[in-house]
C-alpha cells in the first residue's frame, strides 16, 4: 500500500501526516498460505503470558485473576508492529496504568514512536471491552530505563 495514495484520498494538509491505515473487516474461514507463511515468519499467533504483561500494585507482582480477564486478555491478543507486544498494564484499585516497554531490538527509523501506534489500538481494546475513563495521570511506579507511562483508564 502507498500511503501517499490514503494521504490524497483523506486530503491531508502539508503539515499532516498519515501515519497508519488499518484494514476493517472480517477474519475468512480459510487462510491463504501466503497468510499462514508470513504469520509464521513474524510469529503472528505467538503472545506473552499474562504474567509477562500484566502486574498489581508495581512491576514487580504479576497480576492473577483479575475480574477484567476479558478486557486483559484483549489486549494481549490485539495486533502488533513487528509482534513486539510493548503494552505492560499496572492494575491498582480500580486503576489500569498503561506502560510502553520499548524493545531494545526495535530501532525507530522513521523518527517517531511506531510502538505507540500499538499502546492506541491496545487501550481500544481494552475500552471496548472494559468501558472506563481515560485519564493522563503517571502513578510514579517505579520502572526500567525501558518503560514509559503512557495512560491510565479507571474502570
Request: hydrophobic residues 35%; glycine residues 4%; contains cysteine.
Amino acid at each position: 500500500m502507498k500511503r501517499e495514495l490514503f494521504e490524497k484520498a483523506a486530503d491531508t494538509k502539508e503539515d499532516e501526516y498519515m501515519m497508519i491505515v488499518s484494514p476493517l473487516g472480517y477474519p475468512s474461514a480459510e487462510k491463504a498460505e501466503v497468510d499462514r507463511k508470513l504469520r509464521e515468519m513474524v510469529h503472528g499467533d505467538d503472545r506473552l503470558e499474562p504474567a509477562e504483561l500484566f502486574y498489581e500494585k508495581d512491576f514487580s507482582h504479576p497480576l492473577i485473576n483479575d475480574i477484567h480477564d476479558d478486557a486483559l486478555e484483549a489486549v494481549r491478543w490485539y495486533p502488533s508492529a513487528a509482534n513486539m507486544q510493548p503494552c505492560r498494564i499496572v492494575k491498582d484499585g480500580n486503576a489500569y496504568h498503561f506502560y510502553e516497554k520499548h524493545s531494545e531490538r526495535y530501532v525507530n527509523r522513521v523518527g517517531w514512536d511506531v510502538q505507540a501506534i500499538d499502546m492506541g489500538i491496545a487501550l481500544c481494546h481494552f475500552m471496548t471491552i472494559c468501558d472506563g475513563k481515560f485519564v493522563l495521570d503517571d502513578p510514579g511506579i517505579t520502572t526500567d530505563e525501558h518503560t514509559e507511562y503512557k495512560a491510565t483508564v479507571i474502570v
